[in-house]
């Protein structure tokens, strides 16, 4: 069956969509269409690209992620300094490494640019911080930034979709306006799970849709707010959430996938293999046990 996706942003807890993907392509679903933010971006822009589970399982086990993290070379003599890039770059790691990684795997499926893929087939999502706006790329490139949406590069727009704020340090949008220069950052600080980003004017969808969506615990469970750190927990995570629930009906929270993700940090970029495994073998049981009852 043809069907749409969605993908939340998480990190690396991330590696659970490639067991989900394996699951879905054993029940012969076809993924016309994918979004995604942040580490949901990868996913989504490798399957617009014509990577399979089995492609996407080789790559991640081949390389070595921790290799994203990069810093300016001095910071390895002097750790200090890292604390200088983080104030006067706004993060401590480039994100040149993982961009060029992205660039690199994209290329070996003749993917460079948005022109290279189907119209309409990756929508990836970013803020950007400047204008205070959410960004979809490529859709908004040509009406707010004067931007030529299918010379952009498809890698360029991920490592905007995935740069953490204060971890990796920002991305900036060189258009042809003259004006200030947008700076752009993680998706996720205003929507996390774009399951609306398919919806047409009518709020309809134009093939079924599945939603996956990574969490630690209960999506309806309310927070817990007794002290400060709580209730700075709680409005990061309203940020993330609100915008994207008001999206979420009835009706269509039975195509919302959601994937339980325990003792993973979503920074821990020195994962090893063995939980990388564990997390593919955890979004291929429970999406298998979710297709068994999909509308």
């Known amino acids: 069956m043809k069907i749409d996706g969605v993908f939340s942003g998480g990190g ?11 699951a879905l392509e054993e029940k012969n679903h076809e993924l016309i269409r994918v979004a995604g933010t942040s580490a949901g971006a ?68 003749g993917v460079c640019t948005f022109s290279d893929l189907p119209e309409h087939s990756l929508k990836i999502i970013a803020a950007d911080l400047t204008n205070k706006r959410l960004v979809v790329f490529p859709d908004d490139l040509d009406e707010f930034y004067n931007i030529d ?11 905007m979709s995935v740069t953490i704020p204060f971890f990796f340090q920002p991305a900036t949008l060189f258009g042809k306006k003259k004006s200030t220069i947008p700076i752009i950052v993680d998706g996720a600080i205003l929507s ?24 630690e615990k209960d999506k309806h469970r309310p927070e817990k707010i007794q002290n400060a750190i709580e209730m700075a927990s709680a409005i990061f995570n309203t940020m993330k959430q609100a915008h994207d629930q008001r999206f979420i009906t009835e009706d269509t929270d039975k195509n919302i996938l959601v994937l339980p993700v325990k003792n993973i940090e979503s920074r ?15 979004g291929y049981k429970n999406t298998k046990s979710f ?5």
Request: hydrophobic share 45%.
């Open 268 to 282: 821990d970029f020195k994962i090893t293999d063995q939980e990388k495994n564990s997390l593919i073998q955890s």
């Open 291 to 295: 297709l068994n009852n999909w509308p």
């Open 42 to 109: 990868i996913v989504a822009a490798l399957i617009a690209s014509g990577y399979n589970s089995q492609e996407m399982k080789n790559l991640i086990l081949e390389q070595n992620i921790s290799e994203f993290t990069d810093q300016a070379k001095i910071t390895t003599f002097i750790p200090s300094l890292k604390w200088l890039s983080l104030y006067y770059k706004l993060g401590i790691f480039k994100g040149d490494m993982l961009e060029k990684w992205l660039f690199r795997i994209l290329l070996e499926k």
């Open 12 to 22: 690396v807890k991330a590696f659970t969509y490639i067991g989900a993907l394996s």
């Open 192 to 215: 996390n799970f774009p399951y609306w980003v398919f919806q047409n004017r009518k709020g309809m969808y134009q093939r079924p849709t599945i939603g996956l969506q990574l969490k």
């Open 149 to 159: 949406s299918s010379t952009f590069s498809v890698a360029r727009a991920i490592r």
